[in-house]
């Protein structure tokens, strides 16, 4: 599903992230919340796809599923893998070229976010991509045996409280380093299944015209918090921030384009918000010795050169491939 309306919501995520990366001290929650707000989105639009699928050919088709989702994220990763591996071997400047093998390991495994480590620290990001991954590997099957038994609904109920119970037996466990559970996939589970729930009743669902501007002031609320590494950021926070996108969800997704001059800018960047997410991070940090609002500039303007760059010659290119690929 493409629309004006989600690749604003989509470029307004990834700048929060751009935003936490580049001043973190003052946009100390944008990150948590950028990212959510993705994984919710992802749980949608994943929903989304999956029903379209039942409905026109009464099953999902699992092959074409699992093509179609690494056709779309493969090429541009393994493009930023391969600058990131030429950076650290000709010149190190994280000082951590012996990890070289598990960073490209786990980067090109989508296992960056599991406890055996990520390697590099510019390929840290990654972690939500692994998160998605294993997302999309289980959940089309839960759903397409869900459908046929007509159970769609009861799917949503117990894999919201596996998530919610899955996220708070993390906690507990990692009680005395709750940040230790950021990047684990039990932590975000839950905002996936809102996000999708979200899609399934999408009819059913009715949102008042004020609330997209309280959802989008409480985000801008949350995004200056500091929730990273707080328990409350997991079992409250994450769900909030979901639920909010859901209410952003329902309203702009019925918004096939968006005229205003203002949020343009915005649209674009939903529109190549994964080349964004991508190259943004590595690039901070790559940047960050120069200090100050040189770094600052220099990392942004990178991140939209290398953003639209990937989207013309790496993605879109795919994706035009990937139109191909038989039933």
């Known amino acids: 599903m493409r629309s004006d309306g989600l690749d604003l919501l989509r470029g307004i995520a990834v700048a929060l992230v751009i935003l936490r990366h580049t001043w973190p001290g003052v946009f100390a929650g944008a990150g948590v919340t950028g990212v959510v707000m ?3 989105l992802s749980g949608y639009l994943i ?8 409905a026109r050919h009464g099953r999902v088709r699992l092959r074409r599923f699992y093509l179609r989702r690494a056709w779309r994220l493969v090429p541009a990763l393994v493009v930023l893998v391969t600058a990131v591996a030429a950076v650290i071997v000709v010149f190190d400047p994280f000082g951590d070229r012996t990890l070289l093998p598990r960073t490209v390991l786990a980067a090109l495994t989508f296992t960056g976010d599991l406890p055996f480590g990520h390697g590099s620290d510019a390929t840290f990001h990654l972690w939500t991509l692994a998160v998605e991954e294993q997302f999309y590997l289980l959940w089309p099957v839960l759903v397409a045996v869900a459908w046929r038994r007509g159970r769609l609904t009861r799917l949503l109920v117990a894999a919201t409280a596996v998530a919610l119970l899955a996220c708070a037996l993390t906690v507990a ?10 990047s684990l996939p039990t932590t975000w589970a839950v905002c996936f299944v809102l996000g999708s729930a979200v899609r399934v009743h999408q009819a059913r669902l009715c949102v008042p015209g004020w609330a997209p501007a309280l959802a989008l002031a409480t985000l801008a609320v949350l995004s200056m918090l500091p929730l990273r590494g707080h328990v409350l950021t997991y079992v409250l926070g994450g769900p909030v921030i979901a639920t909010l996108t859901g209410v952003l969800v329902l309203h702009w997704s019925r918004w096939t384009s968006v005229h205003h001059t203002a949020l343009r800018p915005l649209v674009w960047l939903g529109t190549v918000s994964y080349g964004a997410y991508l190259w943004n991070y590595p690039l901070t940090l790559l940047l960050r010795p120069l200090g100050g609002p040189v770094a600052a500039v220099l990392a942004i303007g990178g991140t939209v050169v290398a953003a639209a760059l990937s989207w013309h010659f790496v993605e879109r290119p795919v994706l035009r491939m990937r139109r191909r690929i038989p039933a």
């Open 38 to 40: 993705f994984f919710a």
């Open 173 to 182: 466990w990692l009680h005395t380093a709750p940040d230790a559970a950021y």
């Open 47 to 54: 929903t989304d796809v999956l029903e379209r699928d039942l």
